[in-house]
């Protein structure tokens, strides 16, 4: 069974500028979260789907996160535009159940100068 | 709000000894789960272990036990016979189960294992 992937591994990029990160979740897992985790800090939640739904996002920083998962498989996640302090490692994560526990994917390291 | 604490940044064992890692959490909710994820160099999470809170017994996988103290609010990481592929990151995290939809985890900082030869 093929894990979590994510697209691209690393990114970098000039302020101002739009990214868009893929997530492949596990075939047939409905839930599927987005995590960051900036430099030195923890990682924190941004958001929840269930299928393509956002159940939750409340961790979404800010206006210029935009995530969506058409059809209920993959999912992407565009910064536009790109700021500073939008550089760290963002994580993918699904389950096949609400409570099941979280399988991540490797994570897309982005740097934004 | 919850929060977990993970007071140890780095730490460093020798090879085949045990080591702990150190995890307190902070939540009013009565039912909860807590979790240890492992990063290692290159980059994914993988997990490790799973306490319940209304669990009785410890959780252990393999070399991996959760020494879980309710009252006490901890949820240690007991690695027995430390590995040199056992250098890694370690997160702790939890996840509230208050019902509704929110089933986010919330993770500590981490601690940087180093598994001496």
């Known amino acids: 069974e093929a894990g979590v992937t994510q697209f691209p591994s690393h990114s970098v990029i000039e302020k101002g500028q739009t990214v868009t990160l893929r997530c492949d979740p596990i075939s047939g897992h409905d839930n599927l979260y987005w995590y960051r985790r900036v430099m030195g800090k923890e990682i924190k939640f941004l958001l929840h789907?269930?299928?393509?739904?956002?159940?939750?996002e409340s961790g979404m920083p800010n206006n210029r996160f935009l995530a969506e998962r058409t059809g209920g498989t993959y999912s992407t996640l565009k910064v536009q535009p790109a700021e500073l302090e939008d550089s760290g490692v963002y994580f993918c994560?699904?389950?096949?159940?609400?409570?099941?526990?979280?399988?991540f994917g490797p994570g897309t390291r982005l740097l934004v100068l | 709000a919850q929060k977990i604490t993970q007071t140890q940044p780095g730490m460093f064992v020798q090879e085949k000894e045990a080591v702990t890692l150190d995890c307190t959490y902070d939540?009013?909710?009565?039912?909860?789960?807590l979790f240890w994820y492992k990063q290692p160099s290159s980059g994914e999470m993988i997990f490790l272990i799973y306490?319940?809170?209304?669990?009785?017994q410890n959780a252990t996988e393999g070399r991996y036990s959760l020494n879980f103290q309710k009252a006490r609010k901890s949820a240690n990481l007991v690695i027995s016979a430390s590995q040199l592929g056992d250098s890694a990151m370690y997160f702790c995290?939890?996840?509230?189960?208050?019902?509704?939809?929110?089933?986010?985890?919330?993770f500590g900082k981490g601690t940087l294992l180093t598994v001496n030869p």
């Open positions: 995290a939890m996840r509230e189960n208050s019902g509704g939809s929110n089933y986010k985890l919330t």
């Open positions: 994560a699904s389950s096949q159940a609400r409570v099941g526990v979280l399988d």
């Open positions: 939540t009013s909710d009565q039912s909860y789960g």
């Open positions: 789907f269930v299928k393509e739904s956002k159940q939750d």
């Open positions: 306490q319940g809170s209304y669990d009785e």
